[in-house]
């Protein structure tokens, strides 16, 4: 068979390969009317990480689960969050170094407790939500509370929320801990972390998935990078979660510190447990993304000490101008106009009681040329012995809708702060855990200025109940919830920011084009 004969076969077969796709799947004809807008459809799956609570025996943790009732999910889904490392790990083997291998093939009894047990089995998830628009709890008590790895599905997935919030009444870090378990992701930026020989602070790393990550953890201070090796190539084992003491990465104490958390293959959620001997603790989450203006919502009015700390990851100085939106508007504090962050370097500047018994947001816009920074702030609130920290990382706008789990019938604070334009804002209060009915309220926030907002509280309730914030119209709205609880004459308190739940997703509508066929 000549080369001539070779290929006007091939050209025939691929020709009736090409008409039998087409008499199977005809497309329709295409049109200048044909195009359509991406539909904003509802999430169909959402992952939520919660890092170990405490090493405290004294520590008491709830969990509080949400999520929003959504347009369009369906009446089917499920969710559930599980103590990490209960899922059998198949992969694990894999990544595993050899003596681990040998304790897998002996049947090793932790092993096993790990991947669930012998039979392979589940653990009992720590909580299971059974609908949307109530919020689900539970309780864990000491030092052993595991890092919990979360799934929804379905009806559950859009807006997901879970709250972890952590009282330890005495030693390092005693206080409220508190913080919003966090989707996993691959890039990570935390100023206001500490080595100062008063502070203990870790960074927590949680695996949700099925192999190995391997993150490095770089640390800068007052004068640039902190060198270690030590934070290089940390590997946090499938459906795990690894905890590292920040003084161990570097020779000396560092007061002030910007921490960046960088996964080379897989994906985690981290966060940063910051314990002081004499100041309480708190988690830091981590700043938004590096931008040339930030927002840092909600300080409490009785704020008796604010410090903020900002990073220029870039190679060029950030010069930022420093603002404070009251309930009135917009002023510069007095003697902290401007803040010169230089590349690389981590700067801070104590504001002192910058509020002065009014609500507050620091909003940080560039004085010229935009650099990409990131922020956070460590606020006190009390005196003398009897102090509290919490730290407010610069956060997005609420956008279409954003949640907080976990507030009670007293020391729930909202704020809102509208930085540019006035906007309108709706706020759901939603059913109670144990009883109560929704109540919402709708606010304006006029520009350039806080409100601390009096809550909607769900008629008859009984438990904790869940916040869902809507920006109805006007500009960006940027919000946080404060939690307090007395305890001892110590005014112990927590802040989450609430941006936007990614609850939905733009699908553009897709067509099928033969003409890729002939390329």
């Known amino acids: ?13 691929a020709l009736a390969a090409v008409t039998g796709f087409a008499s199977m799947s005809e497309p329709q004809a295409a049109g200048e009317d044909t195009a359509k807008a991406a539909a904003q459809l509802p999430v169909e799956r959402t992952s939520l990480l919660c890092p170990a609570p405490s090493t405290s025996d004294l520590a008491e943790t709830a969990y509080t689960s949400f999520t929003p009732v959504t347009k369009g999910t369906g009446k089917s889904g499920k969710a559930e969050l599980v103590a990490a490392g209960a899922q059998p790990t198949d992969a694990a083997d894999d990544e595993a170094d050899e003596d681990e291998k040998q304790d897998s093939e002996q049947g090793d009894k932790k092993d096993d407790e790990k991947d669930g047990g012998k039979d392979g089995k589940k653990e009992k998830p720590v909580l299971t939500p059974k609908e949307p628009g109530k919020p689900v709890t539970a309780k864990a008590s000491g030092a052993e509370s595991p890092a919990l790895v979360g799934t929804a599905e379905g009806r559950f997935a859009p807006g997901w929320a879970v709250q972890q919030t952590t009282e330890v009444e ?3 870090g005693r206080g409220l801990l508190g913080t919003s378990c966090s989707a996993p992701d691959t890039d990570f930026w935390f100023p206001g972390a500490s080595t100062a020989k008063e502070r203990t602070d870790y960074a927590h790393l949680t695996n949700p998935d099925d192999s190995a990550a391997v993150a490095d953890i770089e640390l800068y ?4 990078v902190l060198k270690s090796t030590v934070g290089e190539g940390i590997k946090i084992p499938p459906h795990s979660s690894e905890s590292v003491l920040l003084s161990t990465l570097i020779d000396e104490p560092e007061t002030n510190l910007t921490v960046h958390v960088t996964v080379r293959s897989g994906r985690v ?27 840092l919502p909600g300080i409490p009015k009785d704020a008796t000490s604010v410090r903020l700390v900002a990073f220029a990851p870039g190679e060029a100085d950030a010069d930022l101008k420093v603002r404070l939106a009251s309930p009135t508007g917009t002023i510069t504090p007095a003697g902290h106009e401007t803040l010169h962050v230089k590349a690389g370097m981590t700067a801070a500047v104590d504001l002192g009681d910058v509020t002065r018994g009014e609500a507050g947001s620091l909003v ?8 990409p920074v990131v922020a956070a702030l460590r606020v006190v609130r009390g005196k003398g012995d009897n102090q509290e920290t919490a730290f407010i990382p610069a956060t997005g706008p609420v956008g279409a809708r954003a949640t907080a789990a976990d507030n009670r019938a007293k020391g729930s604070t909202l704020s809102l702060v509208a930085p540019g334009r006035g906007a309108k804002v709706k706020v759901t209060a939603s059913a109670g855990s144990d009883g109560g009915t929704a109540a919402s309220k709708t606010y304006t926030v006029k520009a350039g200025t806080t409100q601390d907002v009096e809550l909607p509280v769900p008629a008859g ?25 007395a305890e001892g004459g110590v005014p112990m308190f927590t802040v989450q920011t609430l941006p936007d739940d990614r609850g939905t997703v733009k699908v553009p509508e897709a067509e099928q084009d033969l003409s890729v066929l002939q390329k």
Request: hydrophobic share 40%.
């Open 170 to 172: 005495a030693g390092t």
């Open 461 to 485: 309730l009984k438990g904790t109940y869940a916040l869902t914030v809507e920006r109805l119209s006007g500009g960006p709205v940027h919000a946080s919830r404060m939690l307090e609880a």
């Open 269 to 295: 959620a981290a966060a940063v447990q910051a314990l002081d001997d004499t100041l309480g603790g708190d988690w830091l989450a981590p700043s938004a993304a590096p931008a040339g203006s930030l927002v």
């Open 1 to 13: 068979m000549n080369r001539t004969t070779v290929s006007l076969i091939a050209g025939v077969t």
């Open 364 to 371: 940080l816009t560039p004085t010229g040329k935009s650099t």
């Open 221 to 224: 201070g007052k004068d640039g």
